[in-house]
């Protein structure tokens, strides 16, 4: 299969500061990629009779080869509406999204990205998805304890664990209240896998795991590094089943999050479309994100 340079490359964050831009720009500079910080907000589109323009500070964002979405930002639908239809339209113009938005929309869509991982025979918790309350309470009923997530999200925000017999004896309100705050409207609930008080991150790079890492909680379930996880080593095999996830959802760049049960069995908990790697590099010597430029640095 022929290999073409890719010569310019836009990094799509909605964060100005963002150090994972600053690192892949010096990254894919090095390699002689001109990369710019696209900040979602600042986009402009321009519609009109045969012509549909779409700029960021004057330059043609259409004429770019790649587009790496590192996150969407916004949360309001509005915004989240308006920054996949940028996506959709750069990638009819022809430049290569990363990951596609299909895909994007696939991990972003707990209940859907399940689905996906259930059709490629994957290893997925006992998982409920309904806006049935009643349905929902029978779950928890049946699972007791069992986790609680919202439908959309990242980083861990709106996930509880339901194990206290207060929880349970007043599982209506519970519900009721949860979902006004995260879940709008629909319920998933999973089955609680017990372990070892910490989960696997592996960091999937067109079909390669190039890092990995264990995160162990500190308060809680919650495992995430932002919201207080810690990093460190990770010794347990994962490379097969990261690499099967990140195909389930045809993700070119994709964080899988993995736990081993208290059998050494391997459980996937979800798979990210926009994952960070600070933690990750606080536990390897390599450069992450040069491999990723080296690795997203060529259309294939």
Request: proline residues 3%.
């Amino acid at each position: 299969m022929s290999r073409q340079v890719v010569s310019s490359i836009g990094l799509y964050s909605s964060d100005p500061w963002s150090p994972r831009c600053q690192q892949l720009t010096q990254a894919f500079q090095s390699l002689g990629v001109e990369a710019k910080h696209i900040l979602p907000w600042k986009v402009k589109r321009v519609g009109s009779t045969g012509a549909h323009e779409i700029t960021y500070e004057g330059r043609d964002l259409t004429r770019l080869d790649t587009l790496l979405v590192l996150d969407l930002g916004g949360h309001d639908i509005g915004t989240f509406f308006n920054r996949v239809g940028v996506l959709s339209a750069l990638q009819e113009s022809g430049v290569e999204v990363i990951n596609s938005v299909n895909s994007i929309l696939q991990m972003r869509n707990k209940a859907e990205c399940m689905r996906k991982l259930i059709s490629a025979d994957l290893p997925v918790p006992t998982t409920l998805i309904t806006e049935s309350i009643e349905d929902a309470v029978e779950f928890v009923r049946q699972h007791f304890p069992c986790i609680l997530k919202p439908i959309t999200g990242f980083g861990g925000t709106g996930v509880q664990l339901i194990h206290r017999d207060f929880d349970l004896d007043h599982i209506y309100d519970y519900l009721k209240f949860h979902s006004q705050l995260f879940g709008k409207g629909a319920f998933l609930l999973q089955e609680f896998i017990q372990g070892h008080g910490f989960d696997i991150r592996a960091l999937v790079v067109n079909d390669e795991v190039i890092a990995t890492m264990q995160r162990v909680s500190t308060e809680g379930i919650v495992t995430n590094i932002h919201a207080g996880g810690v990093p460190r080593a990770n010794d347990i095999e994962v490379t097969e089943i990261a690499i099967r996830a990140a195909r389930a959802v045809r993700g070119r760049i994709v964080g899988v999050d993995i736990i081993p049960d208290v059998s050494g069995n391997l459980w996937l908990l979800e798979v990210n479309a926009t994952p960070g790697w600070t933690g990750l590099q606080s536990v390897t010597d390599l450069d992450i994100s040069l491999e990723i430029a080296n690795r997203l640095g060529r259309v294939r």
